[in-house]
């Protein structure tokens, strides 16, 4: 069964808790964004501290678009519901240091890849990333369009990888048939904002995602 994480990706703490609840009842798994303002041109809410205060939360993977993810990675070390942290391979920091850090705090390491960069970057993770987060879109904001040789990206990072879980973020819906076409490539789970949040019962999308199945 595929699994779907929703995506949280808000300006305050307030909706990011509140979007929480809501699926908390559904999933094992939240990923919530985190954007800077400068690796991104969206600034969310960043002070993930706020994130110790809620205490029956599925587990979190915080997705750091941000130009020094040292900075939040120490921090989210004090934040046991953070089990999973994703950073990106583009950002300006040395990213083989900073894998060894969320190791050592035995948390899983997530990578996450724009859609323009090589997976050739990935050479020196061989053997240590638990999961590769392929961006769908253009990292930042809800609601773009699916950039379709994503799912070319995830055949060659299954043949590249091995055993990694690969999972993409962006542009994921079930209507436009981009969420099975993920799983038919080889997606091992499904980052999800839209189709949940804009729905009247985020439990039942939930479970219809799940219900996708490889075409044969």
Known sequence: MIEVLPAIIEDTYEEVEKKL??????????QIDVGD????????????????????????????MVEDPHAYVVRAFTIPQIQRITFHIESPTAPVQLRDTIKRA??????ALNPNTSLTQLSSFH????????????????????????CERIREARELLGGVRVGVDGGVH???????????AGAD????????????????MIKRLRQLTPSK
């Not at 035995?106 to 990578?111: F, L, W």
């Not at 053997?127 to 994503?150: A, K, N, S, Y």
């Open 127 to 150: 053997g240590i990333l638990d999961v590769l987060l392929l961006m769908g879109v253009h990292p930042g904001w809800g609601g773009q369009e699916f950039i379709p040789h994503t």
């Open 21 to 30: 609840k809501l699926v908390a009842p559904y999933v094992d798994w939240v």
């Open 37 to 64: 303002g400068m690796f991104v041109a969206h600034r969310t809410w960043t002070h993930i501290e706020d994130l110790s205060s809620i205490h029956h939360s599925p587990a979190i993977d915080l997705h750091l």
């Open 189 to 204: 789970y499904l980052v999800v904002g839209t189709d949940i949040f804009n729905t009247q019962n985020p439990g039942e």
């Open 106 to 111: 035995k948390r899983e390491v997530g990578v």
């Open 174 to 184: 079930l209507a436009t048939g981009t969420a099975q076409s993920c799983v038919d």
